[in-house]
């Protein structure tokens, strides 16, 4: 395994970090699926430990993933040498009492979902702590900061960061100062965050933390255009039959640009992600071992730099999850 630098901070993480969402499980919010569909935690705790044997340092989860379900899962069995892994969680989604999604960054709501997720980390201090997901509007909020400065100030967290959506929302984070790291959805078929963010960002010492790098599967090369997803799946609700149709002859041209420079579509995928030197780390998913194992597998791998060049020639600008709205 490989290992880089988060930014400006003394963090280093694994290339190839653990993505902890499928793990959390079924998960809904008003009868909307928030999850990956059914999991067994026999598999997930088995997933973790082997990601450790294979020396990934880094994992990323959120108290909303099976809404502490995922942290839990983490806690069992990174808390045993808790000096040896990098930890980041993220809060400000609940549920309200309805049911439905609701987002919250008041200092209050973050203080309290921090030390709910120490006692089910089963740890002390929390390596990265990360706003999920807030609006431009939410990032207009001065009280946000100095509560994150407290918490770092206390030694609950060490640093904290901002996952965001879309690249206008993280060069407002960099010009304001905001944290030490940025999670941002960057994948083949996204690439819009490498135009303007990413000089940015490595300019300014952010840590960039590439979520989603396989495009939600699409870029594992299962899919086709008549693809369906279960009930409980979150996929059903934005990768649609027309999205699809949309997307996969654009998986299949990047297929054709990879071909034999990585053993597989994803593992080209992954590797043109960490192919941007702003990037400290992607954190592909994983339920099982076996999945766990294809991920690490393209550490092992490199692509040459002209496969990355026209891959960012040939689709840079679809940026599928952008141009759709697509917020995860």
């Given at each position: 395994m490989h290992y880089r630098k988060l930014g400006n901070t003394d963090i280093t993480v694994s290339e190839i970090g653990f993505g902890a969402w499928a793990i959390g499980?079924?998960?809904d919010a008003g009868g909307t699926p928030l999850g990956w569909g059914r999991t067994n935690d026999e598999d997930s705790l088995a997933a973790i430990r082997r990601a450790r044997e294979l020396g990934v340092t880094?994992?990323?989860?959120?108290?909303?993933?099976?809404?502490?379900?995922?942290?839990?899962?983490?806690?069992?069995?990174?808390?045993?040498?808790?000096?040896?892994?990098?930890?980041?969680?993220?809060?400000?989604?609940?549920?309200?009492?309805?049911?439905?999604l609701t987002k919250d960054f008041s200092p209050a709501h973050l203080s309290h979902a921090v030390d709910g997720s120490l006692k089910r980390l089963r740890s002390d201090y929390i390596d990265l702590y990360q706003l999920h997901n807030p609006s431009l509007d939410d990032l207009q909020r001065d009280d946000i900061h100095e509560a994150m400065d407290r918490l770092q100030s206390v030694g609950k967290i060490r640093y904290w960061g901002v996952s965001i959506n879309t690249p206008d929302e993280g060069i407002e984070i960099v010009k304001?100062?905001?944290?030490?790291?940025?999670?941002?959805?960057?994948?083949?078929?996204?690439?819009?965050?490498?135009k303007e963010l990413f000089p940015l960002a490595k300019e300014k010492g952010y840590g960039i933390i590439a979520r989603v790098p396989?495009?939600?599967?699409?870029?594992?090369?299962?899919?086709?255009t008549d693809s369906t997803f279960a009930i409980d799946d979150i996929r059903q609700n934005f990768l649609t039959a027309k999205r699809l149709e949309e997307a996969i002859p654009r998986v299949d041209e990047a297929k054709s640009i990879i071909g034999g420079t990585a053993r597989s579509l994803a593992e080209g995928a992954l590797r043109f992600v960490l192919a941007s030197d702003a990037v400290s780390t992607t954190i592909p998913g994983a339920k099982n071992v076996r999945q766990v194992e294809?991920?690490?597998?393209?550490?092992?791998?490199?692509?040459p730099q002209e496969?990355?060049?026209?891959?960012?020639?040939?689709?840079?600008?679809?940026?599928?999850?952008?141009?759709?709205?697509?917020?995860?």
């Open positions: 499980g079924r998960a880094f994992f990323d989860t959120s108290d909303s993933y099976g809404f502490g379900r995922s942290e839990s899962l983490l806690g069992i069995v990174l808390s045993r040498r808790r000096e040896d892994v990098v930890i980041a969680t993220k809060g400000g989604i609940s549920r309200d009492s309805d049911g439905k304001r100062g905001w944290g030490y790291s940025l999670q941002v959805l960057y994948n083949v078929l996204n690439q819009a965050p490498a396989l495009a939600s599967g699409l870029l594992s090369g299962k899919f086709r294809m991920n690490v597998a393209a550490d092992e791998v490199r692509i496969v990355v060049d026209k891959l960012r020639a040939r689709l840079g600008d679809f940026n599928f999850y952008q141009k759709h709205g697509i917020r995860i």
